[in-house]
C-alpha cells in the first residue's frame, strides 16, 4: 500500500562551521544545533559533515558500523525524523566514497554516493565516483538526493525520477557563491520541484573559505528562504498543494527530451 502524503513536509536546515577532522565535535555541534529547531520531519547538515570537505585525511577511515552512521541513526530515532548529510565511507575495499546518508527513525538507511567528484579541487584522486541516482521516499514525498558538485551538470539532476524534492548538501567555496544560487534555481526551475540547499559555513583546515547562503527555492524558482554567511538554521514548511498547483498549471515537464546516461570514468 503507498504512503500517504503529508500535506506539509517541515524540514529543519542545519548550516554549521564544521570543525576540521573532528568527527566528534562536529556531532555534539550539529545535534545542539538541530535542537534549536525541534519538531521537523526531516533535518538536513552539510557535505562531509564528520570531517569537512578533504578532512579525513590521515583519519581512520569510517564505516557504515561506524560512529558517525550510529550517531546518524539514534539522532534520527531521537528526534522522530529523517537525517541526512554525507560523510566519507569506506566500503571494506578500501574504496572510499562521498556518501550521502538518509537515515529514517527506524534506522534504514538509504546511500547515495557522489557521482561528480570535484576534480579541481582533488576529490576524483581521493574517492570513487558514484554509479546510480537515488530517489527516496518519505512521508509520501520523493526526495531526489545530490551532492555539491552534482549541482552543475543538469542532465545528472533532470527530474526524469518523478521526484517532488531535489535535495542537496554541499561544502560550496565563497569564490563561486553566485554559481550557487544560479543554479539552485535553475534546476527547481527545469524540474519544477523544491531544491533544498544546505551548505557550510567559516573556513575549514585547507583555508578554503564557505558562504553559507543554505536555501530552499520553490518549484517556480522563487526563493522561500535563504540564511546568511554564518552558523544558521532554519524550520522551513513545504506545501504539496503549491508544488501541485505549478506542475498543473504548467505541464512541462511532459515535453522533455530523453537523455541515456552512461557510467562514470571511474
Same mark, same amino acid.
Given at each position: ?79 522522530? &525524523? ?26 534504514? &538507511? ?7 567528484? %570535484? ?29 555539491? %558538485? ?19 548538501? &554541499? ?14 534555481? &535553475? ?6 520541484? %523544491? @531544491? ?11 583555508? @578554503? ?49 530523453? %537523455? ?7
Amino acid at each position: 500500500m503507498a504512503t500517504p502524503v503529508a500535506p506539509t513536509l517541515e524540514v529543519g536546515l542545519v548550516q554549521a562551521d564544521l570543525a576540521w577532522q573532528d568527527p566528534e565535535t562536529n556531532r555534539h555541534r550539529l545535534a545542539a544545533m538541530m535542537d534549536t529547531q525541534p519538531r521537523c520531519d526531516l533535518y538536513v547538515i552539510p557535505e562531509t559533515f564528520s570531517t569537512g570537505f578533504l578532512g579525513d585525511a590521515g583519519l581512520e577511515a569510517e564505516t557504515m558500523d561506524g560512529p558517525s552512521v550510529a550517531w546518524m541513526r539514534e539522532q534520527a530515532r531521537s528526534r522522530a &525524523a529523517a537525517l541526512t548529510g554525507s560523510l566519507v565511507i569506506d566500503d571494506g575495499s578500501g574504496r572510499r566514497f562521498n556518501r550521502m546518508v538518509f537515515m529514517s527513525p527506524e534506522g534504514e &538507511a538509504t546511500c547515495y554516493d557522489k557521482r561528480h567528484r %570535484f576534480g579541481f579541487g582533488g576529490e576524483s584522486q581521493r574517492y570513487t565516483a558514484g554509479e546510480r541516482q537515488v530517489v527516496v521516499e518519505w512521508r509520501g514525498w520523493r526526495i531526489d538526493l545530490q551532492i555539491c %558538485f552534482d549541482l552543475r551538470f543538469p542532465v545528472w539532476c533532470r527530474n526524469d525520477r518523478n521526484f517532488d524534492i531535489q535535495l542537496f548538501v &554541499a561544502n560550496w567555496p565563497a569564490p563561486r557563491a553566485d554559481h550557487w544560487s544560479a543554479l539552485l534555481r &535553475a534546476r527547481a526551475i527545469e524540474n519544477q520541484a %523544491f @531544491v533544498i540547499a544546505v551548505n557550510r559555513a567559516g573556513v575549514d583546515g585547507n583555508e @578554503v573559505e564557505y558562504p553559507g547562503c543554505s536555501s530552499v527555492w520553490d518549484a517556480a524558482g522563487k526563493r522561500v528562504v535563504e540564511l546568511g554567511e554564518d552558523e544558521a538554521t532554519a524550520r522551513v514548511s513545504l506545501s504539496r498543494q503549491a508544488l501541485t498547483s505549478v506542475r498543473t498549471r504548467f505541464p512541462f515537464l511532459a515535453d522533455a527530451d530523453r %537523455f541515456k546516461l552512461g557510467k562514470p570514468d571511474l
